[in-house]
Structures are given as structure tokens and as C-alpha cells.
């Protein structure tokens, strides 16, 4: 054998070796985690070589429909407990891996520029078009449900609600200011900057505890949990709390 057949064994061999050892984990995770998650997955991509993570954003129930159907992933990142926990009760996720590791908070935001004086919830009946995250599906929405229901309110406003299929979509109408007034975590109007204005900070719902868990199908089990571990490290936390989500209690 020459040197060149050599050289060429050599370098098929060391290309082989990459690809046998190079792997991809898909992260399934709720809309408002995006750009906290766009940079852990950046982060753990660097500290782990040859491993390439996915990310898939969306409202956490349309997220759990496309886990139930098949669709690929290694971990689920919720933004409630109930959709979490439907998971759990139909095993489509490894209940020894599931920790809460973020809270949040609902917040009601305005158009920058809006001139519309709102001291109270009550004051938001001054509001023609008002942007909610589908409760059917988007947990911000349906937190926004609990809150405005024991504020009497959630029947009376129907007519003016425009819903939106995720809580980034609630947040696009506010900004654009094509609505009066929405409903979004804390850490999306934070992300929003100047374009929208926090009015004020809501009650009367569970508390915003974000949960995370290996997928049972993931065929990368030991490496989607390293990717848990690394959301609930200090690295993980500093990350999570530059988007302004806080630890869980």
C-alpha cells in the first residue's frame, strides 16, 4: 500500500470517527424561552464538541401534540405545569428527569406610545382590542383567563379579545400597536425594550413555574439529560437570569 492509499485510509477513518461520535438533540421548548434558550444551546453546543442541538419553539400544548404524534425530540420545556403534567400522565416523558428550574411573571403591556391611562385592571374596559394567548393552548392565555376571571372581568371583555397562537404573537400585536393593551410574561416585555410599556403586573393565577424533562422516546436519553443539567447549573441560571427569569422558590 502507498503512501497516498495511507493517507487517504487515514483521513476517511478520522472522518468516520467524527460522524459515529457526532450527535443531535432537539429541544422542544415554550415561545417565551426563546432567546434564553437560543444561547444556552449555544453554550452547551461549545462545551460539548461534535453535538449539534435543535431548537423547536412554540406554545407549550402545541409542543406536547407534536411530542404525543411522534415529531422528534429529546427534551420538553413547558411554560406551566399542566401541560407538563399531562405529559407525565400519558409517559411521553421521564417523570424522574422533570425539574422546575424558571418563574415568571404575567404582566398587562401597552403600545409605547399609547395614551390610555390604566391604573387598575378595571381601567382595561377602556380598551377596544385587547391581544390574550389562546387558552385553549398558550398557558400565558390561560393564565390571563384566571387572572381576569377573578377580577370579574374575563366574560365582560369577549368581544374585544384577540388571541394569539403563542405568547411572542401577543407580544408582536402590542408592539406593532395593532391592540390596545396584552398579556405577556414579564420576560417578553422585557425583551421588547421601548416598543411596549408594562402597566402593571397581574394576580389572581398559579404561579408562572416553568418545568423541563427528557423525552421518553428521546434516543439520546444520557445526553438530553446532560442538557437538563446544564439548564440547571450556575452557567445555566446566569443565562436564564440575563432574560430576566427568576429562580424557582
Known sequence: MNKKVLVLCGLFLTC????????????????????AFTELKGNFEKTHPGVTVSTNFAASNPLLQQIREGAPADIFASADQETMDKAQEEKLIDPATRKDFANNSLVMIVPADSSMNISSVKDLQKAE??????????????????????????????????????????????????VDAGFVYGTDARQAGEKVRVVMKMEGHQPVLYPIAVVSASPHAKLAQEFVDFVLSPAGRTVLEKYGFDKPE
Open 16 to 35: 468516520w470517527s467524527s460522524w459515529a461520535v457526532a450527535e443531535e438533540l432537539t429541544v422542544s421548548a415554550a415561545a417565551s424561552l426563546t432567546n
Open 129 to 178: 382590542r385587547i391581544a390574550v394567548g389562546n387558552p385553549e393552548s398558550v398557558p400565558a392565555g390561560r393564565y390571563t383567563r384566571d387572572s381576569l376571571t377573578n377580577a370579574g372581568l374575563w366574560e365582560t371583555l369577549q368581544p374585544r379579545y384577540i388571541f394569539g397562537q403563542s405568547v411572542r404573537q401577543v407580544l408582536d400585536y402590542v408592539s406593532r400597536g395593532e
